[in-house]
T-cell receptor, first 112, second 114 residues
Framework: GNSVTQMEGPVTLSEEAFLTINCTYT??????LFWYVQYPGEGLQLLLK?????DKGSNKGFEATYRKETTSFHLEKGSVQVSDSAVYFC???????????FGIGTKLQVIP | EAEVAQSPRYKITEKSQAVAFWCDPI?????LYWYRQILGQGPELLVQ????????DSQLPKDRFSAERLKGVDSTLKIQPAELGDSAMYLC????????????FGPGTRLTVL
């Protein structure tokens, strides 16, 4: 079956530091890949997505590239802010009924 | 901007009681999902609807959980009787008809079973 593996957190960074959150996946076929963000007490929000190999998703300074050869979709940001503190979920979507598989989430804490 | 609505936002109940959660998806979204998210973990799919039909309920504990979407619009998830281990966030999401579209999540219902 499908699976998503994320690096475990928490990740603590100083403001303006570089962020990488690793994500690898196992899936049949050619899934779409997503990063969702969850702020405290809220539901999940889509951060970015990529639907085919070599696509780069980007939003709010975050980027991730769909690497089929390494089955990875690592999240990066060049300079994090305190407001980026949240839990980040890597996910994949395959199959005709859009079944989504989520990773366990990585908590990011950015300190001033 | 259209949003997924959920109610209540918070629910505290005693074990063995019945609880129900409601979700109203984004208008026009045919697919509706209920997830359970235990603190510190990712969302786990409980049930997925396509219009009014269930397409996946393989992870739904059917002895105590039920879900319906009678008219293919809003949906209700029920737990009866609630157990201590049911304490979690229950998330509803909806999606459009195109393949690989993202899911849009509601704010969730935080359930605490005492």
């Amino acid at each position: 079956g499908n699976s998503v593996t994320q690096m475990e957190g928490p990740v603590t960074l100083s403001e303006e530091a570089f962020l990488t959150i690793n994500c690898t996946y196992t899936a049949t076929g050619y899934p779409s890949l997503f990063w969702y963000v969850q702020y405290p007490g809220e539901g999940l929000q889509l951060l970015l997505k990529a639907t085919k190999a070599d696509d780069k998703g980007s939003n709010k300074g975050f980027e991730a590239t769909y690497r089929k050869e390494t089955t990875s979709f690592h999240l990066e940001k060049g300079s994090v802010q305190v407001s980026d503190s949240a839990v980040y979920f890597c996910a994949l979507n395959s199959g005709g009924y859009q079944k989504v598989t989520f990773g366990i989430g990585t908590k990011l804490q950015v300190i001033p | 901007e259209a949003e997924v609505a959920q109610s209540p936002r918070y629910k505290i109940t005693e074990k063995s009681q019945a609880v129900a959660f409601w979700c109203d998806p984004i208008s026009g979204h045919a697919t509706l999902y209920w997830y359970r998210q235990i603190l510190g973990q990712g969302p786990e799919l409980l049930v997925q609807f396509q219009d009014e039909s269930v397409v996946d309920d393989s992870q739904l504990p059917k002895d105590r959980f039920s879900a319906e979407r009678l008219k293919g619009v809003d949906s209700t998830l029920k737990i009866q009787p609630a157990e201590l281990g049911d304490s979690a966030m229950y998330l509803c999401a909806s999606g459009g008809a195109d393949s690989y579209n993202e899911q849009f999540f509601g704010p969730g219902t935080r359930l605490t079973v005492l």
